[in-house]
């Protein structure tokens, strides 16, 4: 049976669609068929974000009943399949965000997880993915306004009968990590499911347009992704079988192409 998780936050900038992408390419790594897709018909930075930005049929179109929802599946890194949302205003104008609850029943039958990129803060369209998931995952920066940002979101998915799962806490520093995560439980009601570090990493991989734990597999911010994406699997993380290894070739090759790109 597909689970269905929605990420959100109270404002932007928390790292939402990073966390959707990299989740999502993880539990396709881990053998889970696996979408994502982008919800956030206003902004649609997912699809910016891994080079699916020209793609002919978007989430627009179908939310505009031009279109079907398998025509906007397209293949995405490590095996992900993604949808995403299109940028252009007329097409955001013509989306119509109810029809989400009817395109998800076509979309989620051939799928183990659906991943749900909202809309951040609190908006008309951004209401049905917090309603339609399973659970609803918050993430959230260690800073009092991402924090109080949150718990309002959390408040409106509880009132549109959401279910909040808990929160990641990204960009965390270590200074940060020790005590955040008591007093961020403490204040949003909800459990802290896992913590990311800060990762220069993250925006090198973004860059790019390639999900970090793909570019940067051993880093300490796809280590965190990649615990979290088991534990919303409910399989067991197994660092010998998931970890990247460093081999002796691997290391070879950095030396020999160190400072080239």
């Known amino acids: 049976m597909v689970r269905v998780f929605t990420f959100a936050s109270g404002k932007g900038g928390t790292g939402k669609t ?68 299109g940028i252009s205003l007329q097409g955001f104008q013509q989306s119509d965000p109810e029809r989400l609850r009817d395109v998800l029943k076509d979309l989620t039958a051939t799928l183990d997880f659906l991943l749900i990129d909202a809309p951040a803060g609190i908006s008309r369209d951004g209401v049905v993915p917090l309603a339609v998931a399973d659970d609803v995952i918050l993430v959230v920066n260690p800073e009092l306004s991402a924090i109080v940002d949150a718990m309002k979101t959390k408040i409106l998915a509880e009132v549109v009968g959401g279910h909040v799962r808990g929160a990641i806490i990204n960009r965390a520093t270590p200074e940060s990590a020790g ?83």
């Open 18 to 85: 990073t966390m959707t992408i990299n989740l999502g390419t993880s539990l396709a790594k881990f053998g889970k068929r696996t979408c994502i897709m982008d919800a956030d018909i206003g902004m649609a930075n997912l699809g910016l974000s891994i080079g699916l930005e020209d793609v002919p049929v978007t989430l627009h179109e179908v939310l505009a009943g031009k279109a079907s929802i398998h025509d906007a599946i397209y293949e995405g890194p490590g095996g992900v399949q993604v949808v995403p949302s």
């Open 179 to 261: 005590t955040v995560s008591q007093k961020m439980e403490k204040v949003l009601g909800a459990r802290v499911i896992g913590i990311v570090p800060e990762d220069q990493n993250v925006k090198k991989a973004a860059s790019a347009k390639v999900p970090v734990v793909i570019k940067y597999p051993t880093s300490s911010s796809s280590v965190a992704i990649r615990k979290i994406a088991a534990g919303l699997a409910g399989i067991t993380y197994d660092k010998e079988v998931m970890e990247p290894k460093d081999t002796f070739i691997d290391r070879f090759t950095k030396v020999i192409f160190r400072g080239k790109k």
